[in-house]
């Protein structure tokens, strides 16, 4: 089992920028594909980006590819996202997820672990 703690969210201003970090605990930290999702209040929980087990390999949504990196330090058991050029739009509670395999990564059904999500508020 992985449990995950994410920490970074807040309220930025348009254009603007922010890290959010997912601890994670464990020894296997680096078995574990990782994703982030979020979810806008009245809509449906979605993907956002997901990183394989060394790192090497990540997809990003549309929505966010240019603007948003994901990456994990195996080392710290922490996986990133890095958000630049925030729009209102990205205004959410952001997630993390862990499973050992996942098809894709994009659907929430592939991820077993969750954390308790942090809130990301992006002004006009």
């Known amino acids: 089992q992985v449990q995950l703690v994410e920490s970074g969210g807040g309220l930025v201003q348009a254009g603007g920028s922010l890290r959010l970090s997912c601890a994670a605990s464990?020894?296997?930290?680096?078995?574990?594909?990782m994703g982030w999702f979020r979810q806008a209040p009245g809509k449906e929980r979605e993907f956002v980006a997901r990183i394989s087990w060394s790192g090497g390999n990540t997809l990003y949504a549309d929505s966010v590819k240019g603007r948003f990196t994901i990456s994990r330090d195996n080392a710290k058991n922490t996986v990133y996202l890095q958000m630049n050029s925030l729009k209102p739009e990205d205004t959410a509670v952001y997630y993390c997820?862990?499973?050992?395999?996942?098809?894709?990564?994009?659907?929430?059904?592939?991820?077993?672990?969750w954390g308790q999500g942090t809130q990301v508020t992006v002004s006009s």
């Open positions: 997820a862990a499973n050992h395999t996942v098809v894709n990564g994009q659907t929430r059904y592939e991820y077993d672990y």
């Open positions: 464990g020894r296997t930290f680096s078995s574990y594909v």
